[in-house]
């Protein structure tokens, strides 16, 4: 789950902070929370590393699943005066893809460092991306 603080908001009435939390399925109780970036558009969890992206903050963050300890963080570099925001990601093995607004280009990042395994600069995309076999679907 992702989520914002009461504690803190903009004129809009926003939450100005955001947290991830681990909640149980049987009971909704809080396992963890751990505060994040930006304004996450969203998570996807495997091989223990849950994977947050977020708008705002041109990043990816990768959480412990187990505790919500920070394991890594991939920020993307800005190519204009414009931000290069990660759209919601998808897990497949050890790869972590996801589009990006802004035409920042199509990533695989390692899900247990966060570490850039490719880009491809020619597909940019805005919305979440499908991976089924060996391909991965992008509109």
């Not at 505790?67 to 925001?85: E, M, N, Y």
Request: charged share 15%; net charge neutral; aromatic share 10%.
């Amino acid at each position: 789950v992702i989520g914002g603080s009461n504690d803190s908001r903009d004129p809009l009435g926003y939450s100005n902070e955001t947290y991830v939390f681990a909640l149980k399925v049987k009971t909704g109780e809080i396992v963890w929370t751990s505060p994040t970036i930006g304004s996450p558009v969203g998570i996807a969890v495997s091989n223990g590393v849950a994977v947050v992206s977020g708008w705002r903050n041109s990043a990816v963050v990768g959480f412990d699943a187990e505790t919500g300890k920070r394991l890594w963080q991939f920020v993307l570099d800005p190519i204009s005066a414009f931000p290069v925001d990660p759209m919601p990601v998808a897990i497949s093995g050890n790869g972590v893809f996801f589009g990006t607004a802004n035409g920042g280009g199509f990533f695989r990042l390692n899900i247990m460092s966060g570490k850039k395994e490719w880009q491809n600069v020619k597909v940019s995309s805005d919305s979440p991306c499908v991976i089924a076999r060996s391909n991965i679907f992008v509109v």
